[in-house]
């Protein structure tokens, strides 16, 4: 049997229930899609999406240098530096396969301008145990201004799956008390 064009008049508009049910979906999509724009205005853990363009090489490049003038320690198991940005400026974080360079600290009640990007693939800023998701890709360097609220050690995990050690994707931030 081949497949042909139904006879003219096949349509009938749904009725009862089924239009019911077609109903409260649309309703439902309208809501969510009110509540998009509410919670980015309303919400307090929302960027706006502030992003500039950057080769992965230049961003390497200004991390390098942040690491070298802000360097307060080397973590004893990684290895890693563990870099303390001043408040009020700039702070960077470089995602690559896999792995979140340096190690933040950061203080209390102060504010960053937390620069974030990938030197080679799509990745995933996932703030535990925090409920903060944002995209890290190379070419874009995203700009989060955020004020940590509470101390303590905070884990970033990946959340784009980004080959074999995505698993193994962890990075650590540092909120301390008082100032530096
Ligand atoms: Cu990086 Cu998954």
């Given at each position: 049997m081949s497949i042909h064009c139904p006879a003219p008049g096949w349509f009938r508009a749904p009725g009862g229930a089924e239009r019911t049910w077609?109903?409260?979906a649309l309703g439902w999509c309208v809501v969510l899609t009110i509540m998009m724009p509410f919670w980015h205005l309303r919400?307090?853990?929302n960027s706006?999406?502030?992003a500039y363009a950057v080769t992965p090489a230049k961003?390497?490049?200004?991390?390098?240098?942040?690491v070298e003038t802000n360097e307060v320690a080397k973590d004893e198991d990684s290895g890693y530096p563990i870099v303390e940005p001043t408040p009020g400026g700039d702070a960077y974080l470089q995602a690559q396969m896999?792995?979140?360079?340096p190690i933040l600290k950061l203080r209390k009640g102060e504010t960053y301008r937390l620069h974030i990007s990938s030197l080679d693939l799509q990745h995933g800023f996932s703030l535990l145990p925090l409920?903060?998701?944002?995209?890290?890709?190379?070419g874009y360097d995203h700009v989060l201004t955020l004020t940590p609220t509470l101390a303590g050690e905070y884990r970033v995990i990946c959340n784009e799956f980004c080959g074999i050690g995505h698993h193994t994707m962890t990075g650590v931030?540092?909120?301390?008390?008082g100032s530096p």
């Amino acid at each position: 049997m081949s497949i042909h064009c139904p006879a003219p008049g096949w349509f009938r508009a749904p009725g009862g229930a089924e239009r019911t049910w077609v109903g409260l979906a649309l309703g439902w999509c309208v809501v969510l899609t009110i509540m998009m724009p509410f919670w980015h205005l309303r919400g307090k853990q929302n960027s706006s999406g502030e992003a500039y363009a950057v080769t992965p090489a230049k961003f390497a490049e200004r991390v390098s240098k942040f690491v070298e003038t802000n360097e307060v320690a080397k973590d004893e198991d990684s290895g890693y530096p563990i870099v303390e940005p001043t408040p009020g400026g700039d702070a960077y974080l470089q995602a690559q396969m896999w792995t979140w360079y340096p190690i933040l600290k950061l203080r209390k009640g102060e504010t960053y301008r937390l620069h974030i990007s990938s030197l080679d693939l799509q990745h995933g800023f996932s703030l535990l145990p925090l409920n903060m998701n944002f995209q890290v890709l190379p070419g874009y360097d995203h700009v989060l201004t955020l004020t940590p609220t509470l101390a303590g050690e905070y884990r970033v995990i990946c959340n784009e799956f980004c080959g074999i050690g995505h698993h193994t994707m962890t990075g650590v931030i540092l909120v301390e008390e008082g100032s530096p």
